[in-house]
Structure formats: structure tokens, C-alpha cells
T-cell receptor
Framework: SQTIHQWPATLVQPVGSPLSLECTVE??????LYWYRQAAGRGLQLLFY??????ISSEVPQNLSASRPQDRQFILSSKKLLLSDSGFYLC?????????FGSGTRLTVV | GQQLNQSPQSMFIQEGEDVSMNCTSS?????WLWYKQDPGEGPVLLIA?????ELTSNGRLTAQFGITRKDSFLNISASIPSDVGIYFC?????????????FGKGTKLSVKP
């Protein structure tokens, strides 16, 4: 199984609060993992990707950070959320030439 | 950097109509992929294309890898209400972007019963 688990499915957080979104994957070891953000009805913005434990590449400067403490765990964090952090966050793993996506987390910052 | 231009941005069609969308780029890609995202879900792979000129079907969906390797199109025949969603093209260039996919901005499809 190449299942991806993302939680929570929905989250409402006040401005200035911290954030931790977790993604865990099953299947083959040492997968390439990705965090994407999607504004309502819009395209996919790559935030971070990781090719292994402790290896994080950031695509855009922002208020968020990512960590990979274990081979199959990818965490997206923020110390203080901004209104502009609202969106749909998707975790993905490389599988063959394509990606398999998780079911996403809908984050609303109020 | 590499970019994909996906069009149209959105489509409003009647059930039963055919749909066509495409992606173009100034860069060459080795692989083209088409994904569909249902509302509130993650994108799911529909079709993968591996060589220039390849034409591949998956039920009512047909996709082609352009001869120049810089474009791809997706056709949906006889659309039905469950076709609604956002369709993304994605390209892979083995020699660039660290092997990561480049995604188009998506085509949002609405189908009127």
C-alpha cells in the first residue's frame, strides 16, 4: 500500500496561533515527500519537498516551515499563523513518475 | 524556471458535451501527466504519457503527448456531472527541477445537467 495519511481534515485557527500538520505515508522507504498549498479553486503551490530524513527544500519564502523527523513522517509547521496562511494543504509522495496525494487539510485562519 | 500554461482556466458545459483542455510550455518534458481533483479531495492521476506522439485513452478520457514534447491535451467525451472538478496537467523533466513535477494552474470544469 502507498497510502498517505493527513490530519486533521479541517482546522480553524486564530491569527497568531501555532500550526502543526502531519503527514505519514505507508509503503516503500525513503520516499520523496511534498507539501503543497492550494487557494480556493486555484492551482497547486509547492511549499516544501524532502528527499530524506532531515532534508528539507523550500520553494518559496513564507511563514511556514517543514520537518522530516522520520522516514515516513512529514510535518508542516508555523509559529504564528497569518490570515494569508488559509488554504487547502496537500501532502504528496513520489510514486513512479507521478505523485500520490493525501486527502488534504482545509485550514482557515480567523 | 519551467512553467506550464494550462487553458482554459475554467469551462462551463452542458452534460453530454465534449471537453478539450491543453497545456503548453517553452520547455521540453519527458513525461506528461493529467490529474483530476474532486472538490475537497487531493488530485488523482488519470493518465500518464511517456513518449512524444503517444495517444492514450482511459474510458471517456483521451490524452496526447505532443510531438514537440512541449505540449499535451486532454479530451473528455460525452461529459457527465461527476466529471466536475479541477484538472491539472503536470510535466516531468528528468534533467531539471530535481526530478519534481511541474504543475499547470488547472482547468476548473463545471457540468450542467
Amino acid at each position: 500500500s502507498q497510502t498517505i495519511h493527513q490530519w486533521p481534515a479541517t482546522l480553524v485557527q486564530p491569527v497568531g496561533s501555532p500550526l502543526s500538520l502531519e503527514c505519514t505515508v505507508e509503503g516503500t522507504s525513503n520516499p520523496n515527500l511534498y507539501w503543497y498549498r492550494q487557494a480556493a479553486g486555484r492551482g497547486l503551490q509547492l511549499l516544501f519537498y524532502s528527499v530524506g530524513i532531515g532534508q528539507i527544500s523550500s520553494e518559496v519564502p513564507q511563514n511556514l516551515s517543514a520537518s522530516r523527523p522520520q522516514d515516513r513522517q512529514f510535518i508542516l509547521s508555523s509559529k504564528k499563523l497569518l490570515l494569508s496562511d488559509s488554504g487547502f494543504y496537500l501532502c504528496a509522495r513520489k510514486q513512479g513518475v507521478g505523485y500520490t496525494f493525501g486527502s488534504g487539510t482545509r485550514l482557515t485562519v480567523v | 524556471g519551467q512553467q506550464l500554461n494550462q487553458s482554459p482556466q475554467s469551462m462551463f458545459i452542458q452534460e453530454g458535451e465534449d471537453v478539450s483542455m491543453n497545456c503548453t510550455s517553452s520547455s521540453i518534458f519527458n513525461t506528461w501527466l493529467w490529474y483530476k481533483q474532486d472538490p475537497g479531495e487531493g488530485p488523482v492521476l488519470l493518465i500518464a504519457l511517456y513518449k512524444a506522439g503517444e495517444l492514450t485513452s482511459n474510458g471517456r478520457l483521451t490524452a496526447q503527448f505532443g510531438i514537440t514534447r512541449k505540449d499535451s491535451f486532454l479530451n473528455i467525451s460525452a461529459s457527465i456531472p461527476s466529471d466536475v472538478g479541477i484538472y491539472f496537467c503536470a510535466g516531468l523533466n528528468y534533467g531539471g527541477s530535481q526530478g519534481n513535477l511541474i504543475f499547470g494552474k488547472g482547468t476548473k470544469l463545471s457540468v450542467k445537467p
